[in-house]
């Protein structure tokens, strides 16, 4: 449980994107509980105004290697942003920012903190931490922001911003991202302490396995390198031909090898998934068929009086067991033909339609029931495919690598008793096969130190993972609370098992993280979207910000944070717009006491209109609206169009009122 950070306060001065007005220069942003919509149009600098916000909050640091795409495996180590970054908003401006700075005040719990940087550089110009000044240093910032939010590391703080607080024009994924996930849940859910040592853990076993591959690579190049200079001295022109032969083998399957283990991988996870969905396919037609059976049993003992239970006993051991009673022969033909009298509302002795209204049957829709145990039919089949197939595809994967492996051995040997025979080499030539072949030693402790590191990171996920675990019911129910009404038909978050390898070799290591079923618009089924590939863009974008809410509630001391939203309105069409609206609005609730900045075009459709009636406001002079036509420079369209832009202006806010 941490602390997120409420931005209060905003101000600009001296940056030539945001020259402001007359009476009020610069940009200036009162953050008031609920909504702050920052309204403009391409060019004036709403995303500029986004990392303006998130630089505040990093300075010159991010974490090193982070991309736009998934997270991966990666050591979370902090470094220096490059230098076009640190130029970002001095390039934007002919002065290059020479003057421009930035200050920003928010809470983080009990704790306020002001941040002052310059825009040229993102130096600090100012650190104040609850009213008192501190040193201008990063070093002080982040130690006092630590404390703030009870998190461990600067890092950490960084995948908050990333992951929770900053929806980017990139679209970055969470909720598809299992990498990404397994660290949130980790900072989020457990201790300070136990969150560290995850951290430690997982970083030793990530430096080890980068240090046994690199080991790796150097005695592959290194072998070669020998293997060449040793075949310089050779008098026997058929073993130094045949050894060339077997080497360009060795690289080749070397290669496959190493190419089939990071196959394997993945084909692992499809075979978990085919299983459980074979599982829950069984499952699911299991159920139909025994309440079909109830149901058919239930016509049965309403078909006989009470004094004639005896008889109805015998039918409905015959039905049950397919099996007469009275000669014990197999019955199951029988069994059917009565199995289609009950069906059909005959009765099972004479065959005589039975009139509904004189039955004292219930009344059941056998029909319904049997088209609904056919489509699970299907779905069992299909699934039980997947299955077999995924099945043959691990098997398959499993035997090539013992096969390569044991060429590769087979190999080796052969290899190694070629070169026996071939005459000494020089002395130089033996040191270096002397070196080798202690580092090919050292290589062997080093792979030891890092299954022991794996073994170790294993069971320590075991012993916290169950802690993460107990908060999925919240999460999910939340969930759902802020999802309802953009995400039509059945959409959970589902917890599962996910096994998954820390570096590149090694066991894997069984975390769980949250998934995502969605019902299916052919079946009406729940389906598994393993990716975000398999959902529209607006339902990517609202699933993603709705579980991105739902961990800020769940997680958070105060159950509190700030969400910025980058440009909600693209991905949205007119029915869905004033859905997304209520979505957002539901995190933006003033009494929720969060903070809700969104920026957006202005752009005809029902998203600004609904946000604005939602938050309470009714005037274009309300501090909860930045007005970038009003505040930035303007671009030649802007100029050129501006009474169109105040026209369009106005009618968002009369729209706001319909």
Known sequence: MIRFPLFEHLKVEGYGLYPGTQDTPGLEVDFESGLTLVLGANGLGKSTLVLLLY???????????????????????????????????????????????????????????????????LALTELQVDGQPRMLNEDAYHDALLDATGLTSFPDWILVLRYLTFYFEDRRSLVWDATAQRQLLRLLFLPPDESSKWTDLEAEALRLDSHVRNISALLHREEASISRAEQTTLSRPEVEARINDLGQQQDRDQAEFERVQEMLLDIEAERQG????????????????????????????????????????????????????????????????????????????CESVIERANSSAPDVNLEELGHALRAREDRLAEATKRRSEAEAAYRSAVAQLAQLE????????????????????????????????????????????????????????????????????????????????????????????????????????????????????????????????????????????????????????????????????????????????????????????????????????????????????????????????????????????????????????QGRDQ
Request: hydrophobic share 40%.
């Open 406 to 653: 044991s060429a590769i051995a087979n190999r080796s040997a052969e290899l190694n008793h070629l070169v026996k025979q071939l005459p000494a080499g020089s002395q130089q030539v033996h040191e270096r096969r002397k070196e080798y072949n202690a580092l090919s030693a050292a290589l062997e402790v080093r792979r030891e130190e890092l299954a022991i590191a794996q073994r170790t990171f294993r069971a320590f996920v075991e012993q916290k993972k169950q802690t993460i675990f107990s908060f999925r019911e919240d999460v999910k129910s939340t969930f759902r609370a802020y999802a309802k009404d953009f995400l039509l038909g059945t959409c959970d978050l589902i917890w599962q098992s996910r096994k998954t390898k820390v570096g590149q070799s090694g066991d894997t290591i069984d975390f769980g993280t949250f998934a995502v079923d969605m019902s299916a618009s052919d079946s009406g089924l729940l389906v598994r979207r393993t990716g975000a590939g398999e959902v529209s863009e607006s339902q990517r974008e609202f699933i993603d910000l709705a579980f991105r809410m739902a961990l800020m509630k769940v997680a958070g001391v105060e159950g509190r944070g700030s969400l910025v939203v980058d440009a909600p309105e693209s991905s949205l069409d007119a029915v869905f717009a004033p859905r997304a609206a209520r979505v957002l609005m539901r995190f933006g609730d003033p009494d929720a006491g969060n903070r809700l900045v969104i920026t957006s075009n202005l752009v005809d459709g029902e998203l600004i209109p609904t946000l604005l009636r939602l938050a309470g406001v009714n005037e274009q002079d309300d501090s909860r609206v930045v007005d970038l036509f009003e505040i930035a420079h303007p671009t030649a369209a802007v100029r050129e169009l501006r009474d169109e832009y105040n026209n369009a202006l106005v009618r968002v806010f």
């Open 55 to 121: 630089r505040m909050c990093t300075g010159p640091n991010d974490i090193q290697g982070l991309t736009p795409g998934a997270l991966g495996n990666r050591q979370f180590k902090m470094g220096s942003i490059s230098a076009s970054d640190r130029r970002a908003f001095a390039s934007r401006v002919n002065d290059s920012a020479a003057r421009a700075t930035a200050r920003l005040r928010f809470r983080v719990g009990e704790t306020t903190l002001v941040v002052g940087r310059s825009l040229r550089t």
């Open 274 to 349: 085919a299983r459980l969905e074979a599982l829950r396919a069984a499952e699911d037609r299991e159920a139909v068929y025994r309440e079909i059976e109830h149901r058919r049993l239930v016509e049965l003992q309403a078909a006989f009086p009470s004094k004639s239970e005896s008889a109805s006993y015998i039918l409905g051991y015959l039905l049950a067991s397919q099996t007469c009673l009275a000669c014990g022969n197999d019955a199951s033909e029988a069994a059917e033909l009565l199995w289609r009298r009950i069906d059909d509302h005959k009765c099972v002795v």
